[in-house]
């Protein structure tokens, strides 16, 4: 005896349901692909910021002080003492005739200023000039520039700490591509040991300094205006027809 048809054999066959989409766009869609340049846009981006820096550090901690050298000036950009000392001992070896401190406090009276070093009264008063104008390094590099071109020097020793160095001449070359910028730099005691990356503290500096060298850079090359520097309200071009 043939059993009867079940109640299956009368169900039509059930297609298989399609997946539901999701509310994601489509992988061809315009906004997926912008999705997709932007992570691509922001991996170049970090590539070359580590990059660039690891340039940066290797710049800085290869640079070395220079034995015997002479200019016919020497300027040093405040920031410690210990930059003024080094600058006015190079006077004192005469490496230079004349030395520029860039920078300084409105508040420091050149008698203090010359305490904190080891020149004579005498040399400090004919030989010394002080300059309480820049407030930055752009004010550093337009006060330096404006001195050297008052007193028409062709070449001057740089003064500052090695971290700090590269900046330097770049906003001083940048104004001035006639003189010649010999670096002399002070040798910060924690970028000198060979895992200065490990210590926080010298890891913070050499970040911090290195975004600001990329952030110079990237505005000379949008043509940014980048303001004087100086606490006065003078030009931050130099002088023409040096």
């Given at each position: 005896?043939?059993?009867?048809?079940?109640?299956?054999?009368?169900e039509?066959?059930?297609?298989?349901?399609?997946?539901?989409?999701?509310?994601?766009?489509?992988?061809?869609?315009?906004?997926?692909?912008?999705?997709?340049?932007?992570?691509?846009?922001?991996?170049?981006?970090?590539?070359?910021?580590?990059g660039?820096?690891?340039?940066?550090?290797?710049?800085?901690?290869?640079?070395?002080t220079?034995?015997?050298?002479?200019?016919?000036?020497?300027?040093?950009?405040?920031?410690?003492?210990q930059?003024?000392?080094?600058?006015?001992?190079?006077?004192?070896?005469?490496?230079?005739?004349?030395?520029?401190?860039?920078?300084?406090?409105?508040?420091?009276?050149?008698?203090?200023?010359r305490k904190?070093?080891q020149?004579?009264?005498?040399?400090?008063?004919?030989?010394?000039?002080?300059?309480?104008?820049?407030?930055?390094?752009i004010?550093?590099?337009?006060?330096?520039?404006?001195?050297?071109?008052?007193?028409?020097y062709?070449?001057?020793?740089?003064?500052?700490?090695?971290?700090?160095?590269?900046?330097?001449?770049?906003?001083?070359?940048?104004?001035?591509?006639?003189?010649?910028?010999?670096?002399?730099?002070?040798?910060?005691?924690?970028?000198?040991?060979?895992?200065?990356?490990?210590?926080?503290?010298?890891?913070r500096?050499?970040?911090?300094?290195?975004?600001?060298?990329?952030?110079?850079?990237?505005?000379?090359?949008?043509?940014?205006?980048?303001?004087?520097?100086?606490?006065?309200d003078?030009?931050?071009?130099?002088?023409?027809?040096?």
């Amino acid at each position: 005896m043939t059993s009867g048809p079940t109640s299956n054999d009368h169900e039509p066959q059930r297609k298989p349901e399609r997946r539901k989409r999701s509310g994601w766009p489509s992988r061809r869609s315009p906004l997926r692909r912008f999705g997709r340049w932007m992570i691509f846009v922001c991996v170049a981006s970090i590539a070359i910021f580590c990059g660039g820096f690891l340039w940066f550090a290797n710049d800085v901690t290869s640079l070395k002080t220079p034995d015997g050298v002479k200019a016919d000036a020497i300027v040093v950009l405040t920031g410690g003492y210990q930059r003024i000392d080094q600058a006015a001992g190079l006077l004192r070896d005469g490496a230079g005739k004349r030395l520029l401190i860039s920078g300084a406090h409105p508040s420091a009276t050149p008698n203090q200023i010359r305490k904190t070093t080891q020149v004579s009264a005498s040399l400090f008063s004919c030989c010394v000039d002080i300059g309480y104008d820049a407030i930055d390094t752009i004010g550093n590099a337009n006060e330096i520039i404006r001195w050297i071109h008052n007193h028409g020097y062709r070449s001057v020793l740089v003064v500052t700490s090695n971290y700090h160095m590269l900046r330097s001449l770049h906003e001083l070359r940048r104004r001035d591509a006639e003189t010649e910028f010999i670096p002399y730099p002070v040798i910060n005691a924690d970028l000198a040991r060979k895992a200065w990356f490990t210590d926080p503290d010298a890891l913070r500096i050499m970040l911090g300094e290195y975004g600001k060298m990329a952030a110079a850079m990237l505005r000379d090359w949008a043509g940014m205006y980048q303001g004087s520097g100086l606490r006065t309200d003078a030009e931050d071009e130099p002088p023409k027809g040096k």
